[in-house]
């Protein structure tokens, strides 16, 4: 599933070829990936208008279309890409976009799991705990978050309504990286511990961003290309092989019906 970095790639871009660009025509299918409003619906509202902002919040990513704000979650497959390299129409297409100046965009989803909503004013995501990319992912607020629940750590970094944007992989690497075993409790991380993961959680995500996300299976850029952060992972689908620091053997468990991959001596 495509996670934080993935969509924060898709969205920078986005912006760089599709911002201040007015849609001329949508295409849109009849698929279960439209939440609350139909495809036609849809494709009407959005034609001959021009995408003045798109922003990210966690997983979901939405456009401002002078005032009409269509919100993307790419669910397990989704993928937006540019006309660029197809010389016919991509498998598993849902939507299309088309633009005055003659470029097009491509929602594609095999697994049809993304979802389509369209709003007629900015989203807030209230229902969503802080994103760690932007300003309110403080330290002092995820302080405050560990404490307050006494789940495990890789449940916490994975439960959307405390942290928003941290998925299967990246919990696995953040939390590798800290130190700290998956099953600890969460409000039991001392205050240096805290610190730490709050770190680890910037610095991993920061770089999965820079090498353009994750590519396992269907996850592409908008430019069609693969991600390359799968080359720097050091325990996600890793199990059974040594581990970097200490040359153990990296374990997998299965936390919550999700594979989780840690290093048994690493994390404490």
Request: positive net charge.
């Amino acid at each position: 599933m495509p996670e934080l970095p993935e969509v924060e790639t898709t969205v920078r871009q986005l912006r760089q070829y599709y911002l201040h660009k007015r849609i001329v025509k949508v295409e849109a299918k009849p698929v279960k990936i439209f939440r609350q409003i139909s495809p036609e619906e849809f494709a009407r509202w959005l034609e001959n208008r021009k995408i003045l902002a798109i922003e990210r919040y966690g997983k979901f990513f939405y456009w401002d279309a002078e005032g009409i704000f269509p919100v993307f979650h790419l669910g397990m497959s989704g993928i937006f890409i540019r006309q660029k390299t197809q010389s016919k129409y991509p498998q598993h297409l849902h939507v299309a976009f088309y633009f005055e100046d003659g470029s097009e965009l491509y929602f594609q989803d095999a697994r049809k799991f993304g979802k389509i909503y369209l709003l007629h004013r900015k989203p807030q995501f209230e229902e969503l705990g802080p994103d760690p990319l932007k300003e309110n992912f403080t330290l002092n607020r995820f302080r405050q978050l560990l404490n307050s629940k006494s789940i495990n750590i890789k449940t916490f970094l994975m439960d959307q309504k405390v942290i928003a944007g941290i998925g299967n992989i990246y919990a696995s690497e953040i939390l590798f990286q800290a130190g700290i075993h998956p099953l600890r409790k969460a409000r039991s991380l001392s205050a240096a511990e805290t610190k730490k993961l709050h770190r680890s959680i910037l610095a991993i995500l920061n770089a999965a961003v820079e090498r353009f996300g994750t590519t396992y299976s269907a996850y592409r850029t908008v430019e069609g290309t693969s991600g390359t952060n799968q080359d720097f992972l050091k325990v996600y689908h890793r199990d059974g092989a040594p581990c970097f620091t200490c040359g153990k053997p990296i374990r997998k468990t299965m936390i919550n019906n999700r594979s989780t991959f840690y290093c048994g001596y690493c994390q404490r």
